[in-house]
Every structure is written in C-alpha cells, then in structure tokens.
C-alpha cells in the first residue's frame, strides 16, 4: 500500500513537499514513480527514482523545478515541488514501478492546486 | 499532444468485445515494453497488462495484451458494464529518456 500526502493550495512560485509512505512492501527494492494527473486530462509520468536512490530522471516540464528523493530507512519517497505553476495543479500518485514501468501499486493520490 | 496516440472513445455492447489501439515510434513501443491501465472515475490507475501480454494476478483473461512493431492493442471480451472506465497504453521512451502514456480511451459499454 502507498498512502501519499502534502498536497494542497498554493500561490504560483511556491513550493510544497509530497510525501509517500509505503507499507506490506520495501521500497527500497524497487524503483518509484510520481505520475500526474491534471483535471480531466491523462496521465502524465513526472519523475522516478532508483531503489537505492542512486539515480533520478524528470519529465522536462518539470526539470529544473522539481527534486525526487526516497528515505529507504522510512520507506518514503518524497517530491519537493518548487517555482510552481498553475500547470501543475493536478492529482499526484505515487507508484511502483515492478516491470520496465510497469506500475502494480499505487496510491490514493495527493490533490495538488496551484492559484492566485 | 500525447507521445502514444490511443483512440478518445469507444463502445460496445455488453457481452461483446472490443479493442483499443495504442500507436508508438521505434524510440518507445518499438524497443519498450508496453503496459495498460484501467482508471475508473474518482479512482487510481490499475495495472491490467504488463510486458506487452502479461496479466498481473486477480486480472481477468477477459483481458489481453498484444504488440507489433511500435504498435499495441488492449483487447476486452466480455464486456461488463463495470468496464466502464478510461484506459491507457504507458512504456519508456528512450530517445526522451522518460515515461510517455497515451491520452487515454474512454469506453462505454452500451
């Protein structure tokens, strides 16, 4: 189970800091996503970490602005979200990445809204 | 503008089948795996398809999986009015270095 938090409303330029608790599994196994989802529109992958958090990747509309981060030793991931913009409102979820991403597990999803 | 073209909608009455396309390039479903998503509203995605074909435990066989060259297809026989939802072809894209998603297929089952 993955329970996320920290979402909620913020002023364009701010900063938020999402946070995942993973449970029934070791995070530190796997590598773990954050995944988007902005009102009535698709999906869209924003960044991964690797298990050991030793490598990192983001989706380039948020490069730059965003910082993925992992606690094995809490079995959290984290996604400092900084400079933010009214593009980023959108529901975020946290996922596992079991196979060549391929996500079996996923959050509940963290409501984030970005406006003035 | 999605990396992975799906089709917005489609439909089909209970009991029958249907499919849904998801069309790639070489530098993402061509030299990736494929895996699809079922989201119903007001809820996560659920992993249906995995490695192109493979169904994770407790999905139906209702469900399948395929792939040819930098295409896939989500099939669904069946069908149930629980199906009802909006689903989604994902892979890696190795020429951006990211994970690319479809733009969804809402399906409705008459």
């Known amino acids: 189970q993955l329970v996320e938090s920290g979402g909620g409303l913020v002023q364009p330029g701010g900063s938020l800091r999402l946070s995942c608790v993973g449970s029934g599994f070791t995070l530190s196994n796997y590598w773990m996503l954050w995944v988007r989802q902005a009102p009535a529109k698709g999906l869209e992958w924003v960044s991964r970490i690797r298990g050991d958090g030793s490598a990192t990747g983001y989706a380039d509309s948020v490069k730059g602005r965003f910082t993925i981060s992992r606690d094995n030793a809490k079995n959290t991931l984290y996604l400092q979200m900084s400079s933010l913009r009214v593009e980023d409102t959108a529901v975020y979820y946290c996922?596992?990445?079991?196979?060549?991403?391929?996500?079996?597990?996923w959050g509940q999803g963290t409501t984030v809204t970005v406006s003035s | 503008q999605s990396v992975l073209t799906q089709p917005p909608s489609v439909s089909a009455a209970p009991g029958q089948k249907v499919t849904i396309s998801c069309s790639g390039s070489?530098?993402?479903?061509?030299?990736?795996?494929v895996s699809w998503y079922q989201q119903l509203p007001g809820t996560a995605p659920k992993l249906l398809i995995y490695?192109?074909?493979k169904r994770p435990s407790g999905i139906p066989d209702r469900f399948s999986g395929s792939k040819s060259g930098t295409s896939a297809t989500l099939g669904i026989t069946g069908l149930q009015t629980g199906d009802e939802a909006n689903y989604y072809c994902?892979?890696?894209?190795?020429?951006?270095?990211?994970?690319?998603f479809g733009g969804g297929t809402k399906l409705t089952v008459l």
């Open positions: 996922t596992r990445d079991f196979y060549y991403f391929a996500m079996d597990v």
């Open positions: 070489s530098s993402n479903i061509g030299n990736n795996y």
């Open positions: 490695d192109n074909n």
């Open positions: 994902g892979t890696w894209d190795s020429g951006l270095s990211g994970g690319v």
